[in-house]
């Protein structure tokens, strides 16, 4: 007697069910299965890979984002300023929040590996000195407009619009980047990038020419926050309306 082909069907349903899914092809991994029980993963290793390194690169540097294994930064920030953002992100910005407690899915703990690891890993480095600090009030936008001409003209252009190194005034860039975003970056640079950090050491850089001041670093931030626009991504084209004579 041959099987009807439902009743096959139904057979090889029943085997999959009692032999479980081993045999199959895509079979989860054990790193995988960890995806589905985010609070398994307790590596730091592990934690930065899946989590993190998609936008700050694998080895923290070379992202799209800052790079952790900067000297400086690793000099200047705090494990509270580590945590606070790892667990919150940051408004507005592409960085998301990882606490359960902020929408996230990582606990407490997790949270502090990635912060001891993140110092152990590339916190080795010379401590840096004499830098501002990493976090400070917006300064006089106009004065920012000065130093920024004398100071990053050279490569992103006197009105930052680009020479080089790019606009860092377009107004999708500025409307994706916090405040304070901005300042690490103009402290820290982009070193891994071919950005100076604040003493403003390069090739061409203009002889004796001091590093910024804080005051300086709040003034810059604020010249480059008052360079933002209400809406991004306009203007969009001006639809004439058939007949109407009016556009919108
Ligand atoms: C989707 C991309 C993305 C992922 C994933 C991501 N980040 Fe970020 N991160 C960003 C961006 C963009 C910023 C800058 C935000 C801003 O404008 O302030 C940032 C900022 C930060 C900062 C502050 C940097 C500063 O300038 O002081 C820290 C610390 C940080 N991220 C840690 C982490 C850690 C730890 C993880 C993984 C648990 C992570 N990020 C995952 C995109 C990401
Ligand atoms: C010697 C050239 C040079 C000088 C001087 C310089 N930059 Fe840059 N800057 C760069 C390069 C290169 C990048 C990376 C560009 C890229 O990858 O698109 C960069 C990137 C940036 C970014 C984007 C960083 C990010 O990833 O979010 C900002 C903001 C910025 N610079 C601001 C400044 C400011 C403000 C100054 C002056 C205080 C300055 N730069 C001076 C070369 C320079």
Redesign the pocket.
Known sequence: MSLHPIRLLLLSLLATTFTGCDWMPGKPTRPETARGNPAADVEFSS??AT??A???GIDGTWG???P?NDPI?QSL?SDD??RT??AAG?DG????A?AVAHGGE?NDQQIDI?VDG?RSTWGKGTPVSGAPP?TGPLGSAAKGKQAFTAYCGHCHGADGTGGTAGSVVDPTYLA???D??LR??IICGRTDLGMPDWRGQHADAPANQPPLTADQVSDIVAWLASQRINYPGQPYPVLEQPGTGRSE
Do not use: K
Request: glycine share 6%; charged share 5%.
């Open positions: 934690l930065w989590r993190c998609g936008c700050h799209g984002a800052r952790m930064y920030v300023y580590l953002v790892t940051v910005t592409l960085m998301p990882f990582l990635i993140i990493l994706l980047v916090s304070q975003s690490s970056t």
